[in-house]
């Protein structure tokens, strides 16, 4: 049967019709939503309001806040003898968080944070996969619209932003003491080298949040997870001097007739193995950050001590910066390294109903 002109020229003019031109709607209502490409960002505010609300924020607060206030205490007194001696000079104000006392068994405020505030970390990371687990809401988790990795990104962020936000209250309140104390006021420069202290403490507790929460994907208790963090950071705190001492001994050994350069081959070692430690590498950027008469922590021979005296007392920021520079890289490195095997080993987990 022939077909009409008219049907030809019609079909001549039609458009043609691909799949993708007529969809349909049917299928396109029972299409799953994509996930958000920033959904750690929901995770985390969710987190972070927990975290707020959470108990175990008021104990450390507690905690390190009295801490803080003893260390202050301790240290006006020496502070107050040299302010009328170093009246004018940069650097007073920081002097109240990084020196001690004499005669004091309290130690300074960055000694403190160096000391304590590994358990921020802990505390907010321990039970961070596991506890999901524990309470059988990960796998409701990980079904919601969202990619699996927004889960355990969302929850590094948010336990990084309340102890940002712990840190930065506990700083406030020890500068609000200092000033209303000792009478004071930071300068520009202080306050640049307190927040050059904030990141590189700030990225120190990030590696203990890192590494609590890559013990809770790795072990299935938030009672052990816990336990083992705890573990590692009484051995890097307490032992570590004592271990790093007996190396060095076996590796370097000091006889009774030790030489000059025996000695000082046994003490750089020790100096070198002590810094695998993040507790040693924050200590000594702290020391650089927060004392602008510190030039060098390792070892300098008596030789360069006399050639050191025709350098000037002060350093200024920048060179600050560049002295504690590798100390934070490092830290930020041992962050990145027990971030990436925690986010590599909560990928690969199968997570079932």
């Known amino acids: 049967m022939a077909t009409p002109p008219d049907a030809l020229v019609l079909a001549g003019d039609a458009p043609s019709l691909e799949p ?36 175990r924020l008021f104990i450390l607060i507690a905690l390190l806040g009295l801490a803080a206030v003893g260390a202050i205490y301790s240290t006006a007194s020496f502070v107050g003898q040299n302010a ?21 068994q309290v130690p300074s405020f960055a000694a403190l944070v160096g000391l304590l505030g590994p358990l921020l970390g802990i505390a907010f990371g321990f039970d961070a996969i596991n506890g999901e687990r524990s309470e059988r809401t990960l796998p409701r988790l990980v079904s919601q619209p969202i990619h699996r990795d927004a889960v355990i990104i969302g929850k590094f962020a948010a336990g990084l932003e309340v102890i940002g936000l712990v840190l930065l209250a506990i700083t406030l309140i020890v500068s609000g003491i200092a000033f209303l104390v000792l009478g004071i006021s930071p300068s520009p ?21 890192a590494f609590a929460m890559l013990c809770s994907v790795v072990v299935r208790r938030s009672a052990t997870s816990a336990l083992a963090a705890i573990a590692l950071w009484i051995v890097l705190t307490i032992f570590a001097a004592l271990l790093v001492g007996i190396v060095a001994s076996f590796v ?38 927060l004392d602008p008469t510190v030039q060098t922590v390792g070892i300098v021979p008596i030789e360069q001590q006399t050639d050191q005296r025709a350098i000037p007392s002060i350093l200024p920021l920048d060179q600050s910066l560049l002295l504690a520079w590798p100390q934070a890289v490092a830290l930020l490195s041992l962050t990145v390294v027990c971030f990436g095997a925690g986010y590599v080993a909560f990928m690969r987990q199968e997570v079932r109903a």
């Open 84 to 104: 009328e001696l170093a009246s004018g000079t940069s650097g007073l104000f920081v002097l109240l968080f990084s020196h001690q006392a004499s005669g004091s």
């Open 189 to 209: 420069d202080d306050l640049a080298r307190l927040g050059a202290w904030f990141v590189v403490t700030l990225a120190y507790l990030g590696f203990w949040l």
């Open 252 to 289: 370097a050994p000091v006889p009774a007739d030790a030489t000059l350069d025996q000695q000082i081959a046994n003490a750089q070692l020790q100096l070198d193995l002590a810094r695998v430690s993040p507790g040693t590498l924050y200590s000594e950027a702290a020391d650089y950050l």
């Open 20 to 55: 993708s031109d007529t969809p349909d709607r049917g299928t396109a209502r029972l299409a799953p939503p994509r996930p958000p490409r920033l959904g750690w960002r929901v995770v985390a505010a969710k987190e972070f309001g927990d975290g707020i609300l959470s108990i």
